[in-house]
């Protein structure tokens, strides 16, 4: 991997990096769409192209699965396989219950054993047990090829506390060891290895296991943030992290979360949300997500956004149509698809386009002033945003700060 950082913001910690990495040039920040079994619901790969995404995210647990190590083995990998031409990174999430960040094996914690040795899981599909340890879970990822591999941790439930919590963060870091083992034993240079970063909401437990991911920086090429979904827990670990390496926060995809992250200095994301949501008729829009179910969209012949550069909206493809179809026939939901997905991608060109003008604090402002026009700002957002320097509520007179997570759903019908 070739990493560099080419702009770094003069107020957040927000920067503009390259990595290029065997299956091209990614620019970062970016997010990645998460094609779980090999393929993004409703899309082909050639569409994936078109709308300009060039890193995605494969699930091995999955794969390993079905269609197996052997079958992958045989079409020389994960990329032929699917048809994918860019840059591949696989975590081991078994996601069925969840989609947070880490490999989450509480995902499947009626399925999951963990011992010292490894994560032991009875396959949702047959009951056959699988032993699935940090020297196969590398071995696996060789297999298929991916351009970016993860280490296999072990991860409570976010509001663990207790000696569980300690435990399952100093396996994670001797789990890594033995990930960095197993990697160094083939010629596998074209593939970087990424630690996790653990410790449940404990800060002193996510410190020392910063501290202990940092002291192998050089067996490692990135470094991931699992487990959080709290805006000060990610600036604890995100301004704790190397600057010459990527830094990628697991299982997020609300635009708002996004934009926080990037600001604390995250370089990359994941999460099923956009296609999955964008299957339940759900249209993302920089004035929040539109539930094209409800019934006000009956006669409403707008596209979801004329400003909007995809497929979907320049064709003019209404409301009312994708109202009408969305559940129904299988184009409704592909057309809410690319939509989505060029949404967050020029929601993070948009970005990068901001650092790289030094003009981030505005875009920051802007944007939230958008997107909850409503005039209520929920309170992690603002205090998250404060700790790199930009306060959201200067030069506001009427706003309200209001605690939870603040969604912005189009719930009015």
Known sequence: MQFEVLAQCSTTRARVSRMVMAHGTTLLPTFMPVATQAAIKGLTYQQMEDLGVTLILNNTYHLNLRPGIKVLKEAGGAHKFQGWRKNLLTVLIPKFFSDSGGFQLVSLSKFTKITEEGALFASPFTGEPTLLTPEESIAIQHTIGADIIMQLDDVVPSLTTGPRVEEAMWRSVRWLDRCITQHKKNNHDNQNLFAIIQGGLDNKLRDICLDEMIKRKDSVNGY??????????????????????????????????????????????????????????????????????????????????????????????????????????????????????????????????????????????????????????????????????????????????????????????
Request: a negative charge; aromatic letters at 8%; one cysteine or more.
């Open 224 to 413: 991931a943030i699992g487990g959080l979904s709290g805006g000060e827990a990610k600036a604890q670990c995100a301004s704790k992290l190397p600057e010459d390496r990527p830094r990628y926060s697991m299982g997020i995809g609300f635009a708002e979360d996004l934009l926080v992250c990037v600001a604390l200095g995250v370089d990359m994301a994941d999460c099923v949300f956009p296609t999955r949501t964008a299957r339940f008729g759900v249209a993302l829009t920089l004035r929040g997500p539109l539930n094209l179910r409800l019934n006000k969209y009956v006669q409403d012949l707008d596209p979801i956004d004329r400003d909007c550069p995809c497929p979907t909206c320049q064709s003019g493809t209404s409301r009312a149509f994708l109202h009408h179809n969305i559940g129904i026939e299988t184009a409704a939901a592909h057309a809410v698809t690319q939509h989505n997905i060029v949404f967050q991608a020029k929601l993070m060109g948009g970005v990068r386009d901001a650092i790289l003008n030094d003009t981030f604090p505005s875009f920051l402002h802007d944007f939230f002033r958008e997107y909850y026009s409503g005039g209520s700002y929920p309170r992690w957002i603002v205090d998250a945003l404060n700790t790199v320097g930009v306060n959201l509520l200067e030069g506001i007179k009427e706003v309200r700060v209001i605690d939870g997570s603040g969604a912005n759903w189009d719930y009015a019908n």
